[in-house]
């Protein structure tokens, strides 16, 4: 039924492009290729080609304010399977129509389409809208079907797809100019909440219901502030009988300010309950998140422009999740820009103090993960032709009691990258990478890649 809807959908909204005033079509073919020469596995070849197509296409109505956009991508190996659905798999990742309102900034979608707004970050078939009100007050919402992808198993894929019936959230937002904006969010994913998160996927909870509070301010020019705080509020126990609930599912906070025109600091705090906030969501960029546990992560940043076309960059970083423990890293960069010879490039240093892997049994002794990190890397371009160099290298202080390292303490990796823009919308570029890792040992990769992008009009159109 899901993948028959999907079809339904895919087959209306490209029929709609035959009425539009301009079309513009996107491709990007990418084929890689690489071996896998594992110590204790057979060698295997690698040549993955995927296709990614995007299509938008405006004038849809009389007044030009209808508007279709289709994206989605194929892959196929040519060779050894790389993925582990088969050796074929793509999707259908949105396509929506759009009617963009004369007035007021209203906006209205209807599709698959993802939802940004608030405390969401959600793939959906349905309907959105946006709109600003009076007193500097702005409104938006959204309902439909949660796009569910297929990367649980068998038995939990059929409680979470159930549980996950339907979505829906808005958001109210204030912005007094010019300070900034204060939104306040709700999401509920699922309409059948459990109470409790038991490991069987019979009593497994996938819905969520999140409400929380987001802001952007800017009360001077040299002063900016963003970030939000987002509530759990489904009813529910703790996961597991020596556990807490904690409403909190995210704390995320960035504060920069500007000290004179050429040095600005900032510092981040992060806060994140891995199952109050990702419980129900199986998008592909935020992963299958099974964790229990909590991620606190602090950081302060300083940068510099001594002199025209030099940047120096100063950051700390200090994590800590439940699951594992602490770590810091520090270091810094140097960024240089010559503008006339269209060149950036730059250096950086980092050491990261981990934590320390706890001795399982005596053939396996304790050992610490801390390493440092050197990296440099330079971009040129000149005309239609682009070129790029990175090379970065790993020291593992405890490299040797480290049994993932196979007695090595150190990997490197260098990449280089070379493109041609023609300007009838062509763009051909290949991708070279030389690895050196104890795990992998040498690898050779490679990567093509072919982008195309053209316009189709009407007839008699220019």
Same mark, same amino acid.
């Given at each position: 039924?899901?993948?028959?809807?999907?079809?339904?959908?895919?087959?209306?909204?490209?029929?709609?492009?035959?009425?539009?005033?301009?079309?513009?079509?996107?491709?990007?073919?990418?084929?890689?290729?690489?071996?896998?020469?594992?110590?204790?596995?057979?060698?295997?070849?690698?040549?993955?080609?995927?296709?990614?197509?995007?299509?938008?296409?405006?004038?849809?109505?009389?007044?030009?304010?209808?508007?279709?956009?289709?994206?989605?991508?194929?892959?196929?190996?040519?060779?050894?399977?790389?993925?582990?659905?088969?050796?074929?798999?793509?999707?259908?990742?949105?396509?929506?129509?759009?009617?963009?309102?004369?007035?007021?900034?209203?906006?209205?979608?209807?599709?698959?389409?993802?939802?940004?707004?608030?405390?969401?970050?959600?793939?959906?078939?349905?309907?959105? $809208?946006?709109?600003?009100?009076?007193?500097?007050?702005?409104?938006?919402?959204?309902?439909?079907?949660?796009?569910?992808?297929?990367?649980?198993?068998?038995?939990?894929?059929?409680?979470?797809?159930?549980?996950?019936?339907?979505?829906?959230?808005?958001?109210?937002?204030?912005?007094?100019? +010019? $300070?900034?904006?204060?939104?306040?969010?709700?999401?509920?994913?699922?309409?059948?909440?459990?109470?409790?998160?038991?490991?069987?996927?019979?009593?497994?909870?996938?819905?969520?219901?999140?409400?929380?509070?987001?802001?952007?301010?800017?009360?001077?020019?040299?002063?900016?502030?963003?970030?939000?705080?987002?509530?759990?509020?489904?009813?529910?126990?703790? +996961?597991?009988?020596?556990?807490?609930?904690?409403?909190?599912?995210?704390?995320?906070?960035?504060?920069?300010?500007?000290?004179?025109?050429?040095?600005?600091?900032?510092?981040?705090?992060?806060?994140?309950?891995?199952?109050?906030?990702?419980?129900?969501?199986?998008?592909?960029?935020? $992963?299958?998140?099974?964790?229990?546990?909590?991620?606190?992560?602090?950081?302060?940043?300083?940068?510099?422009?001594?002199?025209?076309?030099?940047?120096?960059?100063?950051?700390?970083?200090?994590?800590?999740?439940?699951? $594992?423990?602490?770590?810091?890293?520090?270091?810094?960069?140097?960024?240089?820009?010559?503008?006339?010879?269209?060149?950036?490039?730059?250096?950086?240093?980092?050491?990261?103090?981990?934590?320390?892997?706890?001795?399982?049994?005596?053939?396996?002794?304790?050992?610490?993960?801390?390493?440092?990190?050197?990296?440099?890397?330079?971009?040129?371009?000149?005309?239609?032709?682009?070129?790029?160099?990175?090379?970065?290298?790993?020291?593992?202080?405890?490299?040797?009691?480290?049994?993932?390292?196979?007695?090595?303490?150190?990997?490197?990796?260098?990449?280089?990258?070379?493109?041609?823009?023609?300007?009838?919308?062509?763009?051909?570029?290949?991708?070279?990478?030389?690895?050196?890792?104890?795990?992998?040992?040498?690898?050779?990769?490679?990567?093509?890649?072919?982008?195309?992008?053209?316009?189709?009009?009407?007839?008699?159109?220019?």
């Amino acid at each position: 039924m899901m993948q028959r809807r999907r079809l339904a959908l895919f087959a209306t909204l490209v029929a709609g492009t035959a009425m539009a005033q301009g079309v513009s079509v996107s491709t990007t073919t990418i084929a890689q290729n690489w071996k896998n020469q594992t110590p204790g596995f057979s060698s295997t070849t690698y040549t993955p080609a995927t296709e990614f197509v995007g299509i938008d296409a405006t004038g849809l109505d009389a007044k030009g304010a209808l508007s279709l956009h289709i994206y989605g991508w194929g892959m196929v190996d040519l060779s050894d399977q790389s993925y582990v659905g088969g050796k074929h798999t793509g999707d259908f990742s949105s396509g929506f129509l759009q009617y963009d309102f004369g007035q007021a900034n209203a906006q209205l979608k209807a599709g698959r389409f993802t939802v940004t707004q608030g405390v969401g970050n959600e793939q959906v078939d349905g309907i959105s $809208f946006r709109t600003d009100l009076v007193h500097d007050l702005t409104v938006s919402g959204f309902a439909g079907v949660p796009v569910v992808f297929h990367n649980y198993g068998s038995d939990d894929q059929g409680v979470l797809s159930t549980q996950r019936n339907f979505m829906y959230g808005g958001r109210l937002a204030w912005r007094p100019a +010019p $300070f900034g904006e204060i939104g306040v969010d709700y999401l509920q994913d699922g309409t059948s909440p459990g109470t409790q998160a038991a490991p069987t996927a019979s009593s497994a909870v996938y819905t969520r219901r999140l409400t929380g509070v987001d802001l952007k301010l800017a009360p001077c020019a040299f002063v900016d502030f963003t970030g939000r705080t987002v509530f759990d509020v489904a009813p529910k126990t703790a +996961p597991t009988p020596t556990s807490t609930v904690d409403w909190v599912a995210e704390h995320d906070y960035t504060a920069t300010v500007k000290l004179h025109e050429k040095l600005s600091v900032s510092g981040t705090f992060v806060e994140r309950h891995f199952f109050a906030y990702y419980a129900g969501s199986t998008l592909t960029n935020l $992963f299958n998140q099974n964790e229990q546990g909590a991620f606190k992560a602090t950081g302060a940043k300083a940068t510099w422009l001594p002199i025209a076309g030099l940047q120096v960059v100063g950051d700390v970083r200090r994590t800590n999740r439940d699951a $594992f423990g602490s770590t810091t890293r520090a270091g810094g960069d140097l960024r240089w820009t010559f503008a006339e010879a269209h060149v950036l490039a730059g250096a950086g240093y980092h050491q990261v103090n981990a934590f320390s892997v706890l001795a399982l049994d005596p053939s396996t002794p304790a050992y610490g993960l801390s390493h440092s990190e050197e990296r440099v890397w330079a971009m040129a371009e000149r005309g239609a032709l682009s070129a790029s160099l990175d090379a970065i290298r790993f020291h593992y202080t405890d490299g040797d009691a480290n049994p993932n390292l196979h007695g090595k303490s150190t990997e490197t990796a260098v990449v280089g990258s070379l493109g041609y823009k023609a300007k009838s919308g062509l763009k051909v570029s290949g991708d070279l990478t030389l690895e050196d890792t104890p795990a992998f040992g040498r690898q050779t990769l490679a990567l093509a890649r072919v982008e195309y992008r053209f316009d189709l009009g009407r007839k008699g159109d220019k």
